[in-house]
């Protein structure tokens, strides 16, 4: 059944209401209101991934050549969904670049 309302807002509206179906209304209100909490912190959550994000990709761009960041882009691309080994980059790699303006 389709309703142009909530189902819920029609429970005032019909006779002979009961405890149970007014318990119901309840629990959605409470449900909805949850809801809406958990909206804002996960918008408050991706404001600060986006913002940390940022300052890590400045903190990239200062430490790292444009050539380097794009290296590492396209080994990330190539082993998607395989597990990266762990690589010493003072040992090679990204060498004499990666700590060139190390605050």
Same mark, same amino acid.
Request: net charge neutral.
């Given at each position: 059944?389709?309703?142009?309302?909530?189902i819920?807002?029609l429970?005032?509206?019909?006779?002979?209401?009961?405890?149970?179906?007014?318990?119901?209304?309840?629990?959605?209100? $409470? %449900?909805?209101?949850?809801?809406? =909490?958990? #909206?804002? *912190?996960?918008?408050?959550?991706?404001? @600060?991934?986006?913002?940390?994000?940022?300052k890590?990709?400045? $903190? %990239?761009?200062?430490?790292?050549? =444009?050539? #380097?960041? *794009?290296?590492?882009?396209?080994?990330? @691309?190539?082993?998607?969904?395989?597990?990266?080994?762990?690589?010493?980059?003072?040992q090679?790699?990204?060498?004499?670049?990666?700590?060139?303006?190390?605050?």
């Amino acid at each position: 059944m389709k309703t142009e309302n909530p189902i819920e807002k029609l429970i005032a509206h019909l006779p002979e209401i009961g405890d149970p179906l007014l318990l119901n209304v309840s629990k959605i209100d $409470r %449900l909805k209101g949850q809801i809406e =909490e958990v #909206e804002k *912190e996960l918008f408050a959550l991706k404001t @600060t991934l986006e913002v940390d994000r940022a300052k890590l990709t400045n $903190r %990239l761009l200062r430490n790292y050549t =444009e050539s #380097e960041i *794009e290296t590492a882009d396209v080994i990330c @691309t190539q082993r998607a969904g395989q597990r990266a080994p762990i690589r010493d980059f003072t040992q090679g790699g990204f060498t004499g670049q990666a700590v060139k303006n190390q605050p």
